[in-house]
């Protein structure tokens, strides 16, 4: 799924999408039996998340998913130390 029609090329470069304002950024999806099926499992245990995201602090940068049943998972959370300039370009955070 991509927000805002981001893209990024294999080295990087980075387009579209949305900035990340005050409270974040909310992208929604839903996954149907049909499509769990179309893809021939049996249910949806596994999903991989990639981001691209310019920030000026990457400490302050925290990804997290939530479950049709409210479950929270933190992806990536926040790193008070971390003051890296480059974001989070091109990072797979996996979730099982």
Do not use: Y
């Amino acid at each position: 799924m991509q927000i805002a029609n981001g893209t990024s090329s294999p080295i990087g470069e980075m387009s579209g999408g949305l900035p990340i304002v005050p409270g974040g950024v909310t992208c929604t999806t839903t996954i149907t039996q049909e499509h769990v099926r179309q893809n021939n499992f049996e249910k949806l245990e596994h999903i991989t998340v990639r981001v691209w995201i310019t920030h000026d602090r990457r400490g302050d940068v925290e990804v997290e998913i939530t479950s049709p049943n409210g479950i929270k998972s933190i992806l990536a959370a926040r790193r008070r130390s971390d003051l890296n300039k480059d974001g989070l370009p091109r990072m797979a955070l996996h979730e099982c």
